[in-house]
């Protein structure tokens, strides 16, 4: 009896163990990060690096100015939210209230087909199909501005706003529907006053999520956007070339010293970007248990 | 007033259909544009010669024995590890902080971008751990990545077996551990496996990270060891189509590495549905 | 009282208290379940008898915020005590469910099951599997096709796998939690049949909502509301001439 409880301990130790690692994981992700990120700021004032509006690392007295980087960021991923958001709830709506089960499971793998579609093969179309069309279509110099990207962020972000969105309106009970309908409330009615403000936490949540997907991604934007480093105009902005932060550090980190404080500038925006996502992940989580339909 | 609402109706749905459809177009007209101009490169010539002439011709072996390289390296380490963590989860922890905080730790890694996994990986494994860029760097900081997805899967694959098998084999005086073996794992098993095919192709697919951990622009060989550098298809798609030496003229080779890239990924999504497809309609038998 | 217990105790239960978090779920329950005999718990749903009877094996020590006072002696062995393995507990008190819930495996492997793990020797398996479901009276039902998903089986042939299931790791207690409440009338009768067989080798204690199965198979009847044990005697002394007020109430159908 002793040698199995043992071994049952054992096997839990073990497997707790495992479970532990993520939060391990996690841990050293912020120290590495933030270590070779703080240590930007020994040579170079943090004020300088929020403030600062330009982005000049190679220049004989270089300037790590945060604000084109991460306001491009913003635009970019304002210009995807904007149009990703109505889309992706609409397709949503249609899966789960208005498509027979059947057309519902032939039209899920396609979210999930746009889901798995690799980011490099996404910015890879944009640069060969989306750039060109944009340049005729606008008449501009170039295709690669902040719109482009815009779009094709916009595509990426929708599965993560369809299938949480999705799972958010499936999960409203029949009865409060079925509640709306005996009214005499149409279809449409129900769904916009009943449906989706229930499922409104939810919808919350995935707009969170498809938000942090866009502003994380990398390849995409760094393919289609120009990648010039200089604050945005807005909404004019849209229709330059911007540079993010995630490409800055793609592009860029190829070509540094270890150790100099481009290397570390380049952590240092990792880290802003880090916490912005993590920011983002801890409300989505929050909003999404907090106001989870109780069944 | 009733005629307006009925009109309203139509109007909003006819929008709602319009909005599904253009998400199926946005499918197709990708799929479209990869396969009509990609699929009269693909050759097994293509798939198994080293690029050639300053890679503006010959195939892309190189980067898809790289590619297969980070899936098993990846997967190696990623695998186990997430399914013993979602049995924890799922079986053992109970609600308190310490669940919490692993639970908050797995959505956070989940919600983290790319490069910032890249990032960490070139800090942890290339620099403090002296890995050098490397397959198992990459395949380290890939692992970490689908980690999570692994776990979240895993832990779904788990809550779907019925808590009766659990109670059944509890009941006939079997220790915890050999109820989750015996009973609780073979069940979950097909979603489990479902999960880890899905985190395939996201190895395969994922650039940023490979980029600041060992991806190499080219090399005229096979990575020879985990401490070698590699060539990668994402990558390769990258450098031919933004600074190749003649990007115009190896727009093929670039259309048929995004196929092949592409086939991969999902070839391995539509394989881990039909798995679940399967066993579910078992399970409803 | 003691000569109604002709067989001695098996179970015997003594100021048991079962709280949910806060929710005082069985009070002070007292209790001598006799041996080779059929003990029947009823009462209104919510009354605790499933609550009552999952206290016999330990099964609520897999709820969590479930927090019992009291002592359980199952052959003069007190259950709740420190040092007993609640695995051991199991193997000796075997519990049939609700709902029939063999494994998705074979019937052979569901039958199995038990012993495998509590490492009988291969070539013991066997024989094992045959008493079990000839003891379960399902052998002649199934003996041609014991490598066939147990899935496939009727309701009442599942239910009387789970019973032969828990036959094969030779326990000496069974309980029953409404093993018929999902179950047609013929396949119901078949496991009452089984249950009148089986009663001669083991102590049986059997919940149900159903009166007249508990006045057809059983021995003594224990009567519950609402977290206490109302009454408990012979089962034909409980429903001819109740001694409680609220004892005949349930049994005339006056609530419940």
Redesign the interface.
Known sequence: ?FK??G??KG??S???I??????L?????CI??F??GILLFRDYPLSSFLTEKSWYPTSINPRFGLLPLLLGSVIVTVGAIVFAV???I??A???SE??SPRVADI?K??????A??????????G???LVPYIQDAFDLRTGQIALTGSIILG?MA?PTI?SISEDAISSVPRSIKEGSLALG?????T??KVTVPAALSGISAAVM?GI?RA?????TV??VTGNTAIIPGFPSGLFEPVRTM?AT??LE??EVP?GSDHFHA??AI?SV??IT??I???V??HIKTRYKFKL | MFQNAKINEKIAFSLLRMAMGLVVLFVLVILYYIISNGYSVISLEFLTSMPAKRMTAGGIYPALVGTIYLIIGSMAFALPMGILAAVYLNEYAKPGKVTWLIEMAISNLAGTPSVVFGLFGLAMFVKYLGFGPSVLAASLTLALLILPVIIRASQEALITVPREYREASLALGVTKWQTIRRVVLPAAIPGMVTGAILSVGRVAGETAPILLTGAAYFLPRLPESAFSQFMALPYHLFVLATAGTNIAQTRPIQYGTALVLLIIVLGVNLFAIAIRNHYRKKMHR | MSDEFTNGTEIEVRGLNLWYGTNHALHDISIDIPKNSVTAFIGPSGCGKSTFLRCLNRMNDLIPGCRIEGKVNISSQDIYNKDVDVVDLRKKVGMVFQKPNPFPMSIHDNVAYGPRIHGAAKKEIGGIVEYALRSGALWDEVSGRLSTSALDLSGGQQQRLCIARTLAVKPEVILFDEPCSSLDPISTSKIEDLILELKKQYTIVIVTHNMQQAARISDHTAFFLLGDLIEFGRTEQIFESPQKKETEDYITGRFG
Do not use: C
């Open positions: 009896m199995r409880n071994m049952e096997i839990e073990l497997l707790f495992s479970a532990v690692a993520a939060v994981a996690l841990f050293l992700l590495f990060l270590r070779d109505p889309l992706g609409a397709a709506i249609y899966i208005l498509a039209l793998p396609f979210t999930e087909i746009l798995g579609i690799p980011s490099v093969v996404f910015g890879f179309f640069l060969v199909v595509i929708l369809i409330s149409t279809k449409w009615q769904i916009h999520l942090g502003i994380g991604e990398t390849m760094m393919m995630t550090i793609a980190m190829g270890q380049l952590f990792g970007l880090f996502t993590f983002i992940n801890i989505a989580g």
